[in-house]
């Protein structure tokens, strides 16, 4: 708990940062603050002091700007100061506005009402029992439920209705709140329990049900409140005082654990979650030194203490089996560390095959996570680092500042799980089935590097890779992970615009427009779903507005046939030239001369002005890009308006 | 009335909700003296003593409660020392 000295000293420390303007001191000291107090008047002090310093918070850290519009039947006033700081501690800056308490309706389906005009990227709803199911708690008061199922089925249209509406109308975000169960009824817990149209039972029915409406939706995640009033305590989540009185719908108290929860689920719309995460091994993924303790000394398997280490391992292991990949990154004998993992197979819950990449030396650790990086092809920004040492940690946060670094608890290792379940690095709203794959992609990929070492020409290594290039309407592919290409791909990547799924499918259906996704496969595996193009007719100039290609498959020519695709297909259409656009990032100059390469001109004209964007002319008449010789293409038509296959050499 | 008359810990209080400095923060300032004292300040106000005193406030006395003077009577009814 933090001293009235320590919270006055921390709130000098924000005011001087915020008047010198430095954000990252400011975010810190807050951070700080609000971990020891949750009291509300420090909660408005830190957003104050933050709000001051919003364009300082977007400039020096990249924080992202977000139009919030928050569609509410209760009072969200005291806790928006909450809200919005919480989002810069996740590096969001948020420009909140809050609509009425009785025209949530009116806002989600006029097209010119104040959410619309207000054109936001993000839209909250956060609806009660009231406005959602009114009808509930009355049909539930008997247990025998006549209508229950019925009224469910209505709330969940009327609820699915709103949310199209809205999608209707623009491609702002959405999150969608559930409902609260009531902490008890007059049916008793022995009643909720034990009869099956109990409120707490329709309640979480209908919960279901609007899940399962938003993963129809683009680009809405649902927001399970329930879950998290049970976390944190159902009997007082709700001040039954102060929602009576001010219609408050959660006790002030867990103004913070809802505003970090709201920010933890509205994430996943805009942020890619982690790749990787390697783990040290000593005192971290088993328990003892290895070295020391030898083989059978180290703890792991059913007793205590070692069942703690076997938890973290079948932990790591349901995260392998969604596609987060796992890596050793540990100080050992590598002979001692096979050894451990033959002999103590019984007691591990993973083997070596599990892990994509093993460091295993005396090397530095930060070397090693680089080497990672590289060879994966993957920026460090997708790392996590597990490890119970707080140097290595400390040295890992210092040096590979985007890593994110986990220390284990080295001497309360059941707390490990837990540690890692509250960070939201890991945090995706679709698995899709090249996550899947994801392990056997990436050793594919050691496999192909093994054979490219030895091969001596390249056109005969790329023709022996038998690479096959199917191209298909992004809405036809799942369009989930058309969607995770355009929020993750960073390095070859020519515009970085963040698309969202909505979008896409504006693309795809506009005359003249492509929306056009690869799939690549070869003699080692399926990469999957690896590129994607967005593209529009416009007179007789085709407008490449997006066009990636996950790194992984860089360097294959891939590339190239996806242009000549596009180029034909625009040609089809009426085009006459492509225009391609580039914008530098920090991260994409290996792109930058992507057009050039492959003979478009320079637009001079377009160029004079600084607006960050280069454009590029190729005139179709003269020439039209080829797909490379040793790439088989498999393509169909992509328009959704005819179906026949056009386009296959 | 004199500003040393509000102690120190409400006048802070009441000037992060208020966003006016503490040293304006006097007994007879009320709702309808200041520009940002609106119904939810009030209930960001009524919130923020209820967390730093630890206590409750009676929802039917809570409207009422809209000067500074008021606000500082009802906590030292509820017997917080300020």
Known sequence: MQSEAERQDLRKQIKDSARDRDAGMAIRCAKKLLDGSNKPADAIFCASALAGIADAIKDQLGARPLRTYVVRSVTVEPIVPFLATEAVFSNYVLDLKVGGYGSYADELLNPQSALANFKPDLVLILLDMDETAGRLPALCSDGLGAGVEAEIEECAERIAQLLRSL???????????????????????????????????????????????????????????????????????????????????????????????????????????????????????????????????????????????????????????????????????????REAFAIRAADLALNLNQFVACKIGWNDKAQSIRELAEELSLGLDSFVLVDDSPQECEAIRRQLPEVAVIQAPAEEPWELVDILSEQPFFDALSVTDDDLNRLNEYKAQAERAKLEENAIDRNAFLASLEIVCTFQSALRAPLARAAQLLAKTNQFNLTTRRRSAAEIEEFASAEGGQAVVVRVRDRFGDAGVVGLVLARNQGHACIIDSFLLSCRVIGRGIETALLAYIGQRALEMGARHLVGEFIATKKNALCADFYVDHGF????????????????????????????????????????????????? | MSDQEVPSSLRNILSDIFEIPPEQITPDLNAESVDTWDSFRHLQAILALEGEYGVQFDPQRIPNLTSVSLLQKELEKKGVSL
């Open chain 1, 167 to 337: 999608r209707s109308h623009g491609s702002a975000r959405i999150l969608l709140q559930g409902l609260v169960a009531p902490d008890h009824t007059s049916l008793g817990d022995v009643g909720d329990a034990n009869l099956a149209h109990s409120l707490p039972n329709a309640i979480a029915r209908l919960n279901e049900r609007l899940a399962a409406i938003c993963r129809t939706v683009s680009d809405c995640v649902f927001f399970n409140v329930d879950r998290l009033a049970a976390r944190h305590g159902r009997s007082r989540w709700r001040d039954l005082r102060m929602f009576l009185a001010s219609r408050l719908p959660v006790n002030s108290e867990f103004f913070n654990v809802y505003s970090r929860a709201l920010v933890r689920a509205f994430s996943t719309l805009y942020r890619p979650p982690r790749k990787v995460l390697c783990t040290d091994l000593d005192n971290t993924l088993w328990g003892g030194i290895l070295g020391e303790d030898g083989v059978e000394g180290i703890a792991t398997g059913s007793a205590f203490p070692g069942n703690c280490y076997f938890a973290y391992q079948n932990y790591l292991k349901q995260l392998s089996s969604r596609g987060i990949l796992l890596a050793i990154v540990s100080k050992n004998n590598e002979a001692d560390v």
């Open chain 1, 601 to 649: 001109l320079n637009c001079d004209a377009k160029n004079a002005g600084d607006s960050g964007s280069k454009f590029f002319t190729l005139d179709l008449s003269t020439s039209v890009p080829t797909s490379p010789e040793w790439i088989k293409v498999e393509g169909y038509e992509c328009n959704e308006r005819s179906g026949s296959p056009v386009f296959t050499s």
